[in-house]
Every structure is written in C-alpha cells, then in structure tokens.
T-cell receptor, first 115, second 112 residues
C-alpha cells in the first residue's frame, strides 16, 4: 500500500513563474491537507480539502495561492507569480476522515526554491 | 501567537544517553498530543501519541510524560542511538478539530 505521494520532490522556479505541486493521498483516503515548512520552523497549516471541496483554507495566503482536489487525479497546490519568500518545503498529508483524532499521514514533501 | 511551545531548539546527546524534549500548550481544549519524527528529506511520521487521561505512555525506548495541570508534555528517548538523529515535533489537537498545532521542532543529534 503506497503512502502519500508528492511530486515533484524538488522544484526550482524563477520569480514570477508558476509552481504546481501535486499530491496523491494514501489509498482509501479522501481528505488532503497542505502544510508549509520554513527552515527551523514547524509545520504551518494551509488548506484542507476533500474531493471537489475546500473545507478550510484559513491558512492560505489570500493572493497567488490556490488548491484543488478534483474528483479524479491528485490534489494540486498552485502558486502563481512566485516570490523568493515562497521558497519552502510543502508537505501534503492525507487521512481517512474517520476516528476521533483523524490521524494524518505525510508525504515526503516538495522543496520549492525560487531564484 | 504560538500555541505550542517546544524546547530545546537543538539537542546533542551521546549514544546511550537520554534525550528529553519539552512542550507546553495554552489551549485547554487540546486533548490529543502526538509526537512526529522527521528525517532529513522526508515527511514527518507519527512516532507516539498520548491523551490526557493518562500521565505516561511508553513504546519501546520512547516515552511521553504528560502533566495536565501544568499543561506540559515531554518526550523521553532512552538509550539514544545515532539512528534517532532527526527533528522531533510535538503537536496538539482536540477531538473537535482536524488540524494539529505543531511546535517548532527540536533537532536531535546523537553522537556515536
């Protein structure tokens, strides 16, 4: 049973370009979460999605960032017109949505570098 | 406002020693406290978790101690090994929330 998959693992973009990060949840999981991790900082929640729905985007910057989880295919985190401050590791997690504490399983992350 | 404070930021221990990482929280609604282990280039992985109805939970060399009145919890790694070298994150959540709040992490280095 494959775990959470993310690609690409490393992504380099120049300022002003678009970055697309993909996440395939664990088999049987329909809940996806995106987090951002800056050096020497913890994980910061960005957005929580279920299939075709955004449930909570309270951690998403108001501009340039968007996320989707279509009926078919992976979840996509999209960053438009990237700036150097977007350089970070972006982690996706998935869960089954069951159980009181809704354990999340993390992918290996995408490391975004903005030149 | 940081709701979960973690210390120390970094920790160096000799092989066979005890590693201790501490966390404190503010939100009394938190009732689930997981610890995550993250190796370089990897995503965080759940290591061990505790609920406030117990004061201690042990799994192998890893033990969580929980002090509800002080709103503090800690991770103890007994007989630390070089393979334990990683970043450790504490977190807290409540049954009514699906998003854990993470501490800033502790970078642990265990020297052989």
């Amino acid at each position: 049973n494959a775990g959470v998959m993310q690609n690409p693992r490393h992504l380099v973009r120049r300022r002003g370009q678009e970055a697309r990060l993909r996440c395939s949840p664990m088999k049987g999981h329909s809940h996806v979460y995106w987090y951002r991790q800056l050096p020497e900082e913890g994980l910061k929640f960005m957005v929580y999605l279920q299939k075709e729905n955004i449930i909570d985007e309270s951690g998403m910057p108001k501009e340039r960032f968007s996320a989707e989880f279509p009926k078919e295919g992976p979840s996509i985190l999209r960053i438009q017109q990237v700036v150097r401050g977007d350089s970070a590791a972006y982690f996706c997690a998935s869960s089954s949505g069951q159980g009181l504490y809704n354990e999340q399983f993390f992918g290996p992350g995408t490391r975004l570098t903005v030149l | 406002q940081q709701q979960v404070k973690q210390s120390p930021q970094s920790l160096i221990v000799q092989k066979g020693g005890i590693s201790i990482i501490n966390c404190a929280y503010e939100n009394t609604a938190f009732d689930y406290f997981p610890w995550y282990q993250q190796f370089p280039g990897k995503g965080p992985a759940l290591l061990i978790a505790i609920r406030p109805d117990v004061s201690e939970k042990k799994e192998g060399r890893f033990t969580i101690s929980f002090n509800k009145s002080a709103k503090q919890f800690s991770l103890h790694i007994m007989d630390s090994q070089p393979g334990d070298s990683a970043t450790y994150f504490c977190a807290a959540s409540s049954g009514g929330s699906y998003i854990p709040t993470f501490g800033r992490g502790t970078s642990l280095i265990v020297h052989p």
